[in-house]
């Protein structure tokens, strides 16, 4: 069974500051999703990666295969990032296994 | 954009009730998902359906719960008699073939309080 930890479980930061969340599983994956959680509930995927690197706006995600790690950051943070993101990871499975989250709070 | 849409958006029932969660997966979409998420926990996968079968459940999906394609748009869950511990937030996915490489496309989920 595969264990997704996701650090830090929680984040406060100011508006414009480089964001950093960090995801380790233990055991190999086929793909590696970051997923966005708004308050509401409502979970969006922002990115499906199973090697290097994707950009999306201000969002970028890498993965290292080898060291079972990705990494999401987020570059001039805004208060409307504030949210919970999500790491979930897919082996041979259909269903993704999560990692707890990370509550990430962009202040003024 | 096409999206994942479930109904309702909140439901409120009492312990031992049957309920039906629905949703409507993105129309070219063969696979379909439900995961669940108890307040303050993180996501689980409860099972996955493709060409009018499971495909997967987890040792959650238990014999209280059951998943269907009624038609051609609608998927839904069913829990037959619903317990405290069933109070989460349900959602539904879908994903346009099978395969690691397939993104999952979540709907809003439904909120479901067993009181």
């Known amino acids: 069974k595969n264990e997704v930890e996701q650090s830090p479980q929680n984040l406060t930061a100011q508006e414009g500051e480089f964001i950093t969340i960090n995801c380790s599983y233990s055991v190999g994956i086929s793909a590696l999703h970051w997923l966005q959680q708004h308050p509401g509930g409502g979970i969006v995927s922002l990115f499906m990666l199973s090697s290097g690197k994707k950009k999306h706006g201000r969002l970028i995600a890498t993965i290292n295969i080898q060291e079972k790690h990705s990494s999401l950051h987020i570059t001039a943070s805004h208060p409307r990032d504030s949210a919970v993101y999500i790491c979930?990871?897919?082996?041979?499975?259909?269903?993704?296994?999560f990692g707890k989250g990370t509550h990430l709070i962009i202040q003024p | 954009e096409p999206e994942v849409t479930q109904t309702p958006s909140h439901q409120v029932t009492q312990m031992g009730q049957e309920v039906i969660l629905r949703c409507v997966p993105i129309?070219?979409?063969?696979?379909f998902y439900w995961y669940r998420q108890i307040l303050g926990q993180k996501v689980e996968f409860l099972v996955s359906f493709y060409n009018n079968e499971i495909s997967e459940k987890s040792e959650i999906f238990d014999d209280q719960f059951s998943v269907e394609r009624p038609d051609g748009s609608n998927f839904t869950l069913k829990i037959r008699s619903t317990k405290l511990e069933d109070s989460a937030m349900y959602f539904c996915?879908?994903?346009?073939?099978?395969?690691?490489?397939?993104?999952?496309?979540f709907g809003p989920g439904t909120r479901l309080t067993v009181l």
């Open positions: 129309s070219n979409h063969l696979y």
């Open positions: 996915a879908s994903s346009e073939t099978w395969g690691s490489y397939n993104e999952q496309f």
């Open positions: 979930a990871v897919r082996g041979g499975a259909d269903g993704l296994t």
